[in-house]
């Protein structure tokens, strides 16, 4: 299994623009996350779907962020304008449906964007 | 979710065994103990969980005291690939599904 595929590695755009970070989870997974990690706050939980539900969206920062799950291999996070302040490192993280005594969430490698 | 306290960093020398602590002494009767791990520029990893008995895996050990309140993680023999933040997480199992990851202690494994 090749895990969690994010996509791009690494973005560099201009404040007001329109940025879109992509995952494809674990195939078989049921749960997918956007996580954000900065100095300052350190690792955030964005969002979280459930079988491509939207379950908990209290995290996302504002309305300039929306998150989809379309299908059950690929999720987007979107930006839209982009700020400066949003510099980070956006993880997707997914995970297999509740097992007894198990939550172990697979991390992607991330994606680092940057907001000039 | 019940609040944790890490050290803020540790030096361990390669070869020997790394003991991490965690206190989480507001635990309760039905949250368990998660450790995860970040090396540099990547994505957390999960090492290991528990509620009341000690837990071993082919990454570490778990130890939770009797009282629940504190828990130490342990890699026994330190490589210099260890070096990361590890985050102590305390969470009900069936609960919410964010992981409060905290800011952790960062391990360095000195040659």
């Known amino acids: 299994d090749a895990g969690v595929i994010q996509s791009p590695r690494h973005e560099v755009t201009e404040m007001g623009q329109e940025v879109t970070l992509r995952c494809k989870p674990i195939?078989?997974?049921?749960?997918l996350f956007w996580y954000r990690q900065t100095m300052m706050r350190g690792l955030e939980l964005l969002i979280y779907?459930?079988?491509?539900?939207?379950?908990?969206d209290s995290g996302m920062p504002e309305d300039r962020f929306s998150a989809k799950m379309p299908n059950a291999s690929f999720s987007t996070l979107k930006i839209q304008p982009s700020e400066p302040r949003d510099s980070a490192v956006y993880f997707c993280?997914?995970?297999?449906?509740?097992?007894?005594?198990?939550?172990?969430?697979?991390f992607g490698p991330g994606t680092r964007l940057t907001v000039l | 979710d019940a609040k944790t306290t890490q050290p803020t960093s540790m030096d361990c020398a390669e070869g020997r065994a790394a003991n991490l602590p965690c206190n989480h002494s507001?635990?309760?009767?039905?949250?368990?103990v998660y450790w995860y791990r970040q090396i540099h520029s990547q994505g957390p990893q999960y090492i290991i969980h528990?509620?009341?008995n000690n837990e071993t895996n082919e990454m570490a050990s778990l130890i939770i005291t009797e009282d629940r309140k504190s828990s130490t993680l342990i890699l026994p023999h330190a490589t210099l690939r260890d070096t990361a933040v590890y985050y102590c997480?305390?969470?009900?199992?069936?609960?919410?599904?964010?992981?409060?990851f905290g800011t952790g202690t960062r391990l360095t494994v000195i040659p």
């Open positions: 993280a997914s995970r297999p449906r509740m097992r007894a005594a198990a939550d172990e969430q697979f």
């Open positions: 195939s078989g997974h049921d749960y």
């Open positions: 779907f459930n079988n491509n539900v939207p379950i908990d």
């Open positions: 507001t635990i309760s009767g039905n949250e368990y």
């Open positions: 528990g509620l009341k």
């Open positions: 997480i305390v969470r009900v199992e069936a609960g919410a599904n964010n992981l409060f």
